[in-house]
């Protein structure tokens, strides 16, 4: 049964820094894509960042210098490294797997998804 377990979420202030972590079991880790999505009240789901089986990272606009998405096969763990928040990312924060495809935009292509943890950033 494929896990995905995510960890890390807090509430801090604008300008703050975050750390999210997802730990994966029961899938073959190293040949999957690995994404982050967040989700806000009210509005759609979002692809934030995704790094392929490959180590190659993608990221969505919003966050292009301020968050870094890692893996660490040895470990099945993905993390997502997030500087210089904003009220604007304040949100729940999901990762996923993907078996084929690796992209950042509607999420469709991900096969597994973790339950989310909440990041909050206030002003």
């Known amino acids: 049964q494929v896990q995905l377990v995510e960890s890390g979420g807090d509430s801090v202030q604008a300008g703050g820094s975050l750390r999210l972590s997802c730990a994966a079991s029961?899938?073959?880790?190293?040949?999957?894509?690995l994404g982050w999505f967040r989700q806000a009240p009210g509005k759609e789901r979002e692809g934030v960042a995704a790094i392929s089986r490959y180590f190659i990272p993608t990221y969505a606009d919003s966050v292009k210098g301020r968050f870094t998405i890692s893996r660490d096969n040895g470990e099945n763990t993905l993390y997502l490294q997030m500087n210089s928040l904003k009220p604007d990312d304040t949100a729940m924060y999901f990762c996923a797997a993907a078996k084929w495809g690796c992209g950042v935009s509607t999420g469709a292509e991900y096969n597994y998804w973790g339950q989310g943890t909440q990041v909050t950033v206030s002003s």
């Open positions: 029961g899938l073959s880790y190293s040949t999957v894509c």
